[in-house]
């Protein structure tokens, strides 16, 4: 999943600053929580970055960090 989150990014030539990646303590199944820190040109941009990683299958959430 990491590696089709990376490349959604990269076709927008988005660089990731740092990340962090942590499986979920509250459930035993595959569900992880990836936070990723991503240089960016403007909304725009990140806009599409981020319908990009929505559109992968199983991605449940997408939000925007101040």
Known sequence: MLGEITTAIA?????????TFQPSAVHLDATASDNLTIDVTGAEQLDKVMQA??????????????
């Open 11 to 19: 076709q927008y030539k988005v660089n990731i600053r740092c990340g």
């Open 53 to 66: 990683i929505r559109q992968l299958k199983g991605v449940q959430h997408v939000t925007r960090m101040s």
